[in-house]
Structure formats: structure tokens, C-alpha cells
């Protein structure tokens, strides 16, 4: 048992307030570092993601949005810091940018959306495989692709290959969907109807979403909460408390502004800053 003297009374209970937010967390990470050699992408992250939260990742090229992703994935170890994920790794759906698929590829959109299951503990009896049909094909439903589940992956348009991408991902129930700008290179009706699944998803299963996104507008109804990455700054918080003028003139270290127009973000005055200038590391979080 430990024991603290008064005066340390206040920190160690919010220490243990902060402990048990994280414990019910989907997402808890606690002073997180990621460095490649002396460039710092982030540093002193604590970042809480509840189930059901609808989280977007923003910043400019190279903040290290990705490597958010692949920390969380597992895939990339933390500098520093902790990572706690529900579930551990079998339990996150992961949706990857859109992006063009071999026309010649025969898969069909079913197998694609099979890889999504674990292939353990489905066994290879009638039982086990009459499942896993089973929950392909309510993921097909699910995300309006039964008409072409049966079709070569190759033939079908970048928006019906996508929704197969979203199927997969949510195949095997996570609790935490991890999606890396997977609206890029979709038209509007696509990017709509792909953010609306991913929506629904986690209204209707309490799945914690992280959204990497360079545009927060075709998911700012979404949103929960932004957090906003440049160059090893980086803020938490609601799209207002976030996307402002002030707080993007402190992040981007220049003169930003943030109009609204008919309901949606524009970020005036930082493009130059991720495409004239050189990444470079900030020396704080
Ligand atoms: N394994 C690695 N080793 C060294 N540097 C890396 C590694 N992975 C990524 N980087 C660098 O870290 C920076 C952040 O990369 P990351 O892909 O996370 O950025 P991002 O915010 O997702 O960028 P974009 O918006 O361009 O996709 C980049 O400059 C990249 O070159």
C-alpha cells in the first residue's frame, strides 16, 4: 500500500481519476512520444478516445497522422509513453485510403471482406464455415454491397470497393476502427455514404472511431472531437474549441484564419506552411 501526505493528495487522485478514465477508455494513450531519430512527431500525447467517440486526426503533411495510426495498430513502438487499445490488436477494423485496385484482380468482394475475421476459432467444420458465411454476408448487407459481393474485387468502382473496405473492417465486431483518409479520391455521394457507415457503426455498437482526414468538412457533423497535429504541437478538443483562428495562428506558428461558410471549415493562411517549408521538429507538445 502507498502512502501520500496531504499536500501530494490532490495530484495522486487525479492521477487515479486520469487512470481510470483511461481503464474505461477505448484508446488511452499517456505521454506518448514518436521520434525517428531526432525529428519529434509528437510528444507528452495523452489522449483518451471513449467508446462510441467519433475522433478526427487533422494536420498537414508528414504531422505523423499515419504513424498515429500504425502506433495504434501496433505496428510502429512508441518512443515513450504507453498505449492501451480495448481489446487488444484482434479487436480494431482498420479502413485504408481508397486507392486503385488491379483490374484483373478476380478476388471476390465476399473473400475481401472474409480476411476481416480472425481465422482462428472458426474451425473448418460446416459449423464454423456456415458462420463466417454468415457474418460476411450480414457485413455485406450492412454496408449496402450484396448485389456485387459475388463480383471480381477488380471490376468494381473505387466507391463499391471502398464500402467492401468498410465491411471488412467491421467484419469482426472492433471496438476501435481506425481509418486513415479513407474518403480520399471518393466523389461526394461515395465520401457520404462511407462516412455515414462508419457513423452508424459506432452509434448502433459503441465502436471508438479515430479518423485521419486532411478535409474535417464531409465528417464535421460527425466529429466529437479534433485532434490537430503540426509539427510536433498539437491540440485536443471539440471542432470550436479546436478549429478557431487563434489555436491554428499558435499551431501553425503563422497568421491562420478559420472562416465558416454555409456550415463548414475553412482553414485560410496554413497551406504554405506544409507545402513551402521543410518539416521541421517543434521542441514542444
Ligand atoms: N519508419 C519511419 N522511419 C523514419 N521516418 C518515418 C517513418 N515513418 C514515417 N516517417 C516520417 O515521419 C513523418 C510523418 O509521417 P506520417 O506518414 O505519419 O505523416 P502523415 O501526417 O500521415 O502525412 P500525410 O498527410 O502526408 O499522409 C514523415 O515525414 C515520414 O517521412
Known sequence: MTVRGEADRGEADRGEADLAAGARAAVALRGARLA????????????DVAPGEFVAVLGPNGSGKTSLIRVLL?????????????????????????RAVDTTLTLR????????????????????RRERREKVDAALAAVGATRYGDDPVGLLSGGEQQRLR???????????????????????????????????????????????????????????RVLYLVEGRFRVGTPDEVMNSRVLTELYRTNVEVVRVRGQVHVVGAQHVCEDEPHHVADEG
Open 36 to 47: 525517428y531519430g531526432d525529428r519529434v512527431l509528437w510528444d507528452g500525447l495523452d489522449l
Open 74 to 98: 501496433g505496428l510502429q513502438p512508441l518512443s515513450a509513453g504507453t498505449v492501451r487499445v480495448a481489446g487488444g490488436n484482434r479487436r480494431i477494423g482498420y479502413v485504408p485510403q481508397q
Open 109 to 128: 468482394g465476399r473473400d475481401l471482406v472474409g480476411f476481416g475475421l480472425d481465422g482462428h476459432g472458426w474451425g473448418l467444420g460446416l459449423r464454423g
Open 166 to 224: 468498410v465491411a471488412q473492417a467491421l467484419v469482426g465486431d472492433p471496438e476501435v476502427l481506425l481509418c486513415d483518409e479513407p474518403l480520399l479520391s471518393l466523389d461526394l455521394a461515395n465520401q457520404r455514404v462511407v462516412s455515414d457507415l462508419i457513423d452508424a457503426r459506432r452509434r448502433a455498437a459503441g465502436t471508438a472511431v479515430l479518423f485521419v482526414t486532411h478535409e474535417i468538412n464531409p465528417v464535421l457533423p460527425l466529429v466529437d
